[in-house]
């Protein structure tokens, strides 16, 4: 994480290990949010004389840009909370669940989106190499790999053979996935 998250413990005494999972868990978190800026861990194990067991309850406060996160696992009477791995495991899933629907809400993405299949033809091809180019209607040249190519297609793939494909955008520019041979183009 890039900032150091601050973990309290109330009601018990602090644990090396309790902190560690916390540690393992708000890393995890990095995989659906790169930019927290802030994190507070509120482990607390309140007196209850109902209850043979402490419940464990587990607060969690997350700043990332433009928001606040927070999670509060108030478990009632929930008795897997007795054990306070559960009650940490059961609160940052919460968390993830909330910091996913947040970062899906603020990167401009309100639905999957789908891309639509596209046609062109095999304009270039190292079929030593297992690459190729597609060109697109507009005249554009996607590149695709062998293994984007649907089974047994490599094998029959050609220059000027009409195929099928998905454009993706990857880290070097857009790229075909799910090439589907369609058949010979009509420019031989």
């Not at 909370?81 to 910091?99: G, M, S």
């Not at 050609?158 to 420019?187: M, Q, Y």
Request: glycine share 10%.
């Amino acid at each position: 994480m890039q900032v150091e998250p601050v973990i309290s413990f109330r009601g018990m005494d602090s644990s090396e290990a309790v902190t560690a999972k916390i540690h393992e868990r708000l890393d995890k978190l990095e995989r659906f949010h790169d930019r927290i800026l802030a994190c507070h861990v509120v482990v607390e194990a309140p007196h209850r004389h109902k209850h043979k067991g402490k419940i464990y309850e587990v607060r969690i406060d997350l700043s990332v840009p433009g928001g606040e996160i927070v999670v509060n696992r108030e478990p009632g009477a929930d008795h897997a909370h007795e054990d306070v791995y559960v009650a940490i495991r059961d609160a940052f899933d919460a968390l993830r669940r909330q910091l996913e629907d947040y970062a899906r809400k603020h990167s401009g993405h309100r639905a999957k989106a789908h891309p639509t299949p596209q046609q062109g033809s095999v304009v270039r091809l190292f079929a030593d190499e297992g690459y190729g180019f597609i060109e697109t209607g507009t005249g554009r040249e996607i590149y695709f790999q062998r293994n984007s190519v649907a089974e047994g297609g490599w094998e029959v793939i050609d220059i000027n053979v009409d195929v099928r494909f998905t454009e993706v955008e990857g880290e070097k520019g857009p790229h075909a996935l799910n090439v589907t041979v369609i058949g010979p183009s009509d420019g031989d």
